[in-house]
């Protein structure tokens, strides 16, 4: 089976632009968040989706938005982006309870220049 | 609320040498409790977790972790640290009810000397 695919893996953006990153969850699990890992910090809560519905958002600026498909797979998208943005941006998915824990994709290195 | 502090930046230990790596946690709720490792240019990767039943949790790769509730502790072990255990290991914690969201701690780094 396929664990959670992220794509890309590496991008560069300039400041100012706008990038959007893309997550596979691995196939049953209906729950998608996503995380902002800075070098040498543990991973920041951005936004969980279950049932393509918003079920939590952490303390990021409207710059950053994101969405649940369908078929579960999901998307970040942040807008105006500043220096501070680079980090390696996670998508993790997980079944329904919250004692599952989740699992991760490899991640995406974001480097805003 | 909740939250997780994670004792030491970087833990150092020898090759065949016992690992200790600490995690305290808050929470006003049962918490469930979970051991991740990241190795480099990777995404995080479940080792254990604890749910509730028993106390003690075995995970993969030799590890282990002892939920104390009187402690607010679940500190992660392995008897004999090996090479390939050098890697950056996370705590996180949820709440039983309220919030689905984890917190994570800021991460130890595992440093293993042969």
């Known amino acids: 089976d396929a664990g959670v695919t992220q794509s890309p893996t590496h991008l560069i953006k300039t400041r100012g632009q706008h990038v959007t990153l893309r997550c596979s969850p691995i196939?049953?699990?209906?729950?998608v968040s996503w995380y902002q890992q800075v070098l040498g910090q543990g991973p920041q809560f951005i936004f969980q989706y279950y049932e393509k519905e918003e079920r939590g958002r952490g303390n990021f600026p409207d710059r950053f938005s994101a969405r649940q498909f369908p078929n579960y797979s999901s998307e970040l998208n942040v807008n105006a982006l500043l220096l501070g943005d680079s980090a390696l941006y996670l998508c993790a998915s997980s079944l329904v309870d919250r004692a599952d824990g989740y699992t991760f994709g490899s991640g995406t290195r974001l480097t805003v220049v | 609320a909740q939250s997780v502090t994670q004792l030491g930046s970087h833990v150092s230990v020898s090759e065949g040498a016992l690992v200790l790596l600490r995690c305290n946690y808050s929470?006003?709720?049962?918490?469930?409790l979970f051991w991740y490792v990241q190795y480099p240019n990777q995404g995080l990767q479940l080792l254990l977790k604890y749910t509730s039943a028993a106390t003690l949790v075995k995970g993969i790769n030799g590890f282990e972790a002892e939920f104390k509730k009187s402690e607010t502790s679940f500190h992660l072990t392995k008897p004999s640290a090996h090479m390939s255990d050098a890697a950056e290991y996370f705590c996180?914690?949820?709440?039983?009810?309220?919030?689905?969201?984890?917190?994570f701690g800021r991460g130890t780094s595992l440093i293993v000397h042969p």
């Open positions: 996180a914690v949820t709440a039983s009810g309220g919030s689905y969201i984890p917190t």
């Open positions: 929470s006003s709720v049962p918490p469930y």
């Open positions: 196939s049953g699990h209906k729950s």
